[in-house]
């Protein structure tokens, strides 16, 4: 199970292409507030966000990269799922207080310890979605930089549990859509995940019987 936890959080810790240091100038602390503001502005909006999505998984110690394809589907009010569409099949999938995870045929409802677990990583994905992530100061120090066409944001964890698995995350918001289109994890092995996003829908209807996996 720890390692099925290990595993989920490498992958929702989403990422993407790196860009290089000198594209993006660190924005003065006196207009943070103000592009936070712009940020959870738009992201208020946002009632559903589906998108396909690319996985890229380097670890140091081995030459070929692991890449897998999928979907996410968010919706409002605790309502998330995430889909690997290779063989074999895994989802991981929430509905308000209740977590499920299918791998191949085989449906699972989180009932045991990892429950805490599961919830947080969910709660990060959703909150890198929805702009919220920018309040939780708790567990992460936060640096916000600029380039003409996206926000970077550098998450570095404070949180004792979060610091196990990683060093920092780094999300890559689009300036026009202010949406968080790649991620970047860091772990404390320094293998990294990617994940770039792409055929992004906004506000379209969603069933939520979606979030709903049944044995």
């Known amino acids: 199970m720890k390692k099925t936890v290990i595993f989920?959080?490498?992958?929702?810790i989403f990422s993407g292409v790196l860009f290089a240091q000198a594209d993006y100038k660190k924005i003065p602390d006196t207009q943070v507030p103000a592009v936070i503001k712009e940020i959870r502005s738009k992201t208020a909006q946002l009632q559903t966000v589906s998108s396909d999505f690319v996985q890229t998984k380097e670890v140091s110690v081995l030459k070929e990269k692991s890449v897998l394809k999928g979907v996410m589907y968010y919706k409002k009010e605790k309502q998330f799922r995430w889909e690997y569409t290779a063989n074999p099949r895994f989802i991981f999938a929430q509905s308000g207080s209740k977590i499920y995870t299918q791998t191949g045929d085989s449906v699972r409802v989180i009932k045991d310890n990892s429950v805490r677990l599961y919830e947080e990583i969910s709660k990060l994905v959703q909150s890198s979605i929805n702009g919220?992530?920018?309040?939780?100061?708790?567990?992460?120090?936060i640096l916000l930089e600029k380039n003409s066409n996206s926000y970077r944001v550098t998450l570095t964890p404070k949180n004792r549990n979060l610091k196990k698995f990683i060093q920092k995350i780094t999300l890559v918001i689009d300036k026009k859509e202010m949406l968080a289109t790649q991620f970047v994890m860091l772990d404390q092995n320094g293998d990294s995940t990617t994940i770039q996003f792409s055929k992004m829908k906004v506000n379209t209807p969603i069933d939520n019987q979606l979030f709903i996996l049944k044995k």
């Open 8 to 12: 989920i959080l490498s992958t929702f």
């Open 132 to 141: 919220s992530i920018f309040e939780n100061q708790k567990d992460f120090s």
